[in-house]
């Protein structure tokens, strides 16, 4: 399964957009990209998904490069309640479709 | 929709004794539901993947006689950690794919079982 690389922390201001990358360099054509976030002591949110093309739900925008080695999760309008580890994942195809985590990002929503 | 829960939310028990964690699908029905493990100031890590009627699939270094997975319906597993020790003191999440979905279909998390062990 394809390794993902985050950077360890980032902090945003309040109200700012939150522009998480994530670099996959190793994704294999069939496999897609998750991100979920986990807030401190509880189970991990699904936020978005994507395979090639741009995605946009209520919670969050997945940027994927033409090349898919690399993506972005943007938080439009960041807010102190979105403070939380955001784990970008690649979708394992190797048999039970479970997801691995990495150590993600820890991203701090500042006043 | 696509709600896990999980109960208890924590438990605090001595050593020796076995700890029982549920974990339901309330909106949708699931084949396979997953557990993961996390120690403090760590990442999730996969323990084993659950499959509705049939034995469990662990991953390596997870002893199968020490956690005890039960899936004996399409919105209920069990983990039960026999003989616990303070080792296996640690954040237990579990997840649940919706058997409707594909098989890249998300999977909806619990929110976690704190198990401290005496």
């Known amino acids: 399964d394809a390794k993902t690389t985050q950077p360890t922390s980032m902090d945003c201001a309040e109200g700012r957009a939150a522009n998480l990358p994530c670099n996959h360099s190793?994704?294999?054509?069939?496999?897609?990209v998750y991100w979920y976030r986990q807030i401190h002591s509880q189970g991990p949110q699904y936020i978005i998904h994507g395979l090639k093309n741009n995605e946009t739900n209520e919670m969050a925008s997945l940027i994927i490069t033409e090349d898919r080695k690399s993506s972005t999760l943007i938080l439009p309008h960041a807010t102190l309640r979105d403070t939380a580890v955001y784990y970008c994942?690649?979708?394992?195809?190797?048999?039970?479709?479970?997801?691995?985590f990495g150590t993600g990002t820890r991203l701090t929503v500042i006043p | 929709g696509a709600v896990v829960s999980q109960h208890p939310s924590w438990v605090i028990c001595k050593s020796g004794t076995s700890v029982k964690i549920e974990c339901r699908s309330l909106?949708?029905?699931?084949?396979?539901m997953f557990w993961y493990r996390q120690f403090p100031k760590q990442s999730l890590m996969l323990m084993a993947t659950?499959?509705?009627?049939?034995?469990?699939?662990?991953e390596q270094g997870v002893e199968k006689d020490k956690f005890l997975i039960n899936h004996a319906s399409l919105t209920l597993s069990t983990l039960t950690v026999t003989s616990a020790h303070p080792e296996d003191s640690s954040f237990y999440i579990c997840?649940?794919?919706?058997?409707?979905?594909?098989?890249?279909?998300?999977?909806?998390f619990g929110p976690g079982t704190r198990l401290t062990v005496l």
């Open positions: 659950s499959n509705e009627g049939s034995k469990a699939t662990y």
């Open positions: 190793t994704i294999s054509g069939n496999e897609y």
């Open positions: 909106d949708f029905q699931a084949t396979t």
């Open positions: 997840s649940a794919r919706d058997v409707a979905g594909g098989p890249w279909d998300t999977q909806y």
């Open positions: 994942i690649v979708r394992d195809q190797t048999g039970a479709n479970n997801l691995f």
